[in-house]
């Protein structure tokens, strides 16, 4: 009987996994630190008297939430002495569509660096109610907090993501863009990158220190930035190919070098052309990460 009572717990918990990790994910931009969120989790579960939770999913839900928002602000500190700009561990949607398959809101790394900015109370309910449509009084009850308290958390959430947020152009229109920038990087083609960059671009390099050139402040400018790229072309691009895949359920541009990703390009475009850049190249995030899988 305790062995059959294990079984129903862990396919309750596996039945669940999925919403979980995407719950984890969103709030911490971290799928190592969402995966040990998540063992955490479980062990809790093995220990709870089963008889007691009415509703299983929604109890999970719960107990990932508050854990998140406690995580969240020892991430935030950890990320304060981080070298260089800091941006989330990507996450191949292409390999793992149920990250996305309930909603993809608060998925794209420019959404989630954004994030960053909302306490871990304003990121929860936010990703709670876009992500996953929970009603208001659960979000209540989740991050305990009162209906009308918990409205305002998603009301703050959204004006300030609102504020800073442009309009993404459509998927093809990504891929135009990430191809053609692709090539005149390679090319070092200094016209070709002005061409194609918002005069306003900004450039974020995430590699921890660990990779010699990299910048470790954001780039500003269209000229800056379109130089920086041209400057790093021979060395960049030397034996190095690019895929173009989905990423944090948007197009993305992966590179490798014998096969071994390095570095993860992710862009923002919009009608005034391509508004971010950025490029994921700690390769710690990379390989070290079982949801970026690249089975391309």
């Known amino acids: 009987m305790p ?13 669940a996994r999925p919403r979980l ?23 809790r579960w093995q220990d709870y008297d089963h008889a007691e939770v009415r509703n299983p999913a929604a109890f999970l839900a719960t107990i990932t939430t508050r854990l998140a928002i406690n995580a969240g602000k020892t991430a935030r500190a950890r990320h304060e002495t981080y070298i260089g700009p800091w941006l989330p561990e990507p996450v191949d949607t ?37 992500a996953f449509d929970y009603p208001y009084p659960q979000i209540a009850e989740i991050v305990q907090t009162s209906e009308a308290a918990a409205r305002q958390l998603v009301s703050r959430a959204r004006k300030h993501l609102a504020q800073e947020r442009t309009t993404t152009v459509s998927t093809e229109e990504q891929r135009r ?10 090319n070092g083609d200094l016209a070709a990158l002005e061409e194609l960059l918002a005069e306003d ?13 990299a ?57 005034d052309g ?20 690249l089975s391309m």
């Open 201 to 213: 671009v900004v450039s974020y390099a995430d590699s921890n220190g660990k990779v010699r050139g």
């Open 21 to 43: 990790f995407g719950i984890a994910y969103r709030m911490l931009g971290s799928a190592l630190d969402a995966d040990d969120l998540l063992q955490e989790v479980w062990l």
């Open 215 to 271: 910048s470790k402040v954001r780039l500003l400018g269209r000229s800056a930035v379109a130089k920086v790229v041209q400057t790093a072309s021979p060395v960049f691009w030397a034996g190095a190919e690019a895929t173009i895949t989905p990423v944090n359920g948007r197009l993305a541009a992966v590179v490798t070098r014998g096969g071994v990703p390095f570095c993860v390009i992710n862009m923002v475009a919009s009608d």
């Open 3 to 15: 062995c059959r009572k294990w079984v129903t717990a862990l396919e309750l918990f596996s039945a």
């Open 177 to 186: 863009l990430l191809t053609a920038f692709i090539a005149a990087a390679k």
């Open 94 to 130: 292409s390999a793992d569509p149920q990250l996305g398959a309930e909603r993809d809101a608060a998925l794209e790394v420019a959404v989630l660096v954004l994030l960053e900015k909302l306490t871990p109370t304003e990121r929860a309910a936010y990703v709670l109610r876009e």
């Open 274 to 293: 391509i508004d971010q850049l950025m490029w994921m190249m700690n390769t710690d995030k990379i390989l070290q990460n079982r949801h970026f899988t």
